[in-house]
Nanobody
């Protein structure tokens, strides 16, 4: 049971990237799927999440209006479309899954501690 991220890379400021996250050994049915990012020396930050059960998406303040999370059910893949990137978006990006009941009741959609299965991460670097 694991998650595999892909799509990271080097992009110029103002550019776009699309990250993908696919599960191995399970499907995304009935999970909350989140994207997080981390810069060395800083805490992991919630970027976006999607809850199929609650039919909701949530975004961190720093990415609202620029990033979009989506689920392609037929491919069992979650995407993070990132537009108008800036150097401040440079980080390792992780996807993770969590229990929808717990996260929904506690309203911890963008709290990394609420998620229990993580991918290995993919590096995103935005040059100025």
């Amino acid at each position: 049971v694991q998650l595999v991220e892909s799509g990271g890379g080097l992009v110029q400021s103002g550019g776009s990237l699309r990250l993908s996250c696919a599960p191995s050994g399970f499907t995304f049915d009935d999970y909350v799927i989140g994207w997080f990012r981390q810069v060395p020396g800083k805490e992991r930050e919630g970027v976006a999440c999607l809850s199929q059960r609650q039919d909701e998406t949530h975004y961190g303040d720093s990415v609202k209006g620029r990033f979009t999370i989506s689920l392609e059910v037929t491919r069992n893949t979650v995407y993070l479309q990132m537009n108008n990137l800036s150097p401040e978006d440079t980080a390792i990006y992780y996807c993770a899954t969590g229990d929808p009941w717990t996260i929904g009741i506690m309203n911890t959609y963008l709290d990394p501690s609420a998620y229990d299965t993580w991918g290995q991460g993919t590096q995103v670097t935005v040059s100025s």
